[in-house]
């Protein structure tokens, strides 16, 4: 089993930043991958950007490529999302998510992020 505590959303104006952070506990040592996933109202699941644990190669949606950073540290176990010139588009539900080698994936219960025109 993993934990992920998920923490750092709010509300912020159109054009400024937040970051989140994952704390994850547990079974950490078979952790592929950790990444941030959200959920707007209405909508589905969405893929925002993920992590490998072992090499830190990342991976970013198309919609936050340029804006939005993943980073990691291994010695707190917490991966982190670091969120610039932020958009009201991208007010939603931000979870964290980490999948082990096996492919099992755990959730994080999410954390809300709100951008106000």
């Known amino acids: 089993q993993v934990q992920l505590v998920e923490s750092g959303g709010g509300l912020v104006q159109a054009g400024g930043s937040l970051r989140l952070s994952c704390a994850a506990s547990?079974?950490?040592?078979?952790?592929?991958?950790m990444g941030w996933f959200r959920q707007a109202p209405g909508k589905e699941r969405d893929f925002v950007a993920h992590i490998k644990w072992s090499d830190g190669v990342t991976s970013y949606a198309d919609s936050v490529r340029g804006r939005f950073t993943i980073s990691k540290d291994n010695a707190k176990n917490t991966v982190y999302l670091q969120m610039n010139s932020l958009k009201p588009e991208d007010t939603a539900l931000y979870y964290c998510?980490?999948?082990?080698?096996?492919?099992?994936?755990?959730w994080g219960q999410g954390t809300q992020v709100t951008v106000s025109s």
């Open positions: 998510a980490a999948t082990l080698y096996s492919g099992l994936r755990y």
């Open positions: 547990g079974r950490t040592s078979n952790t592929y991958i």
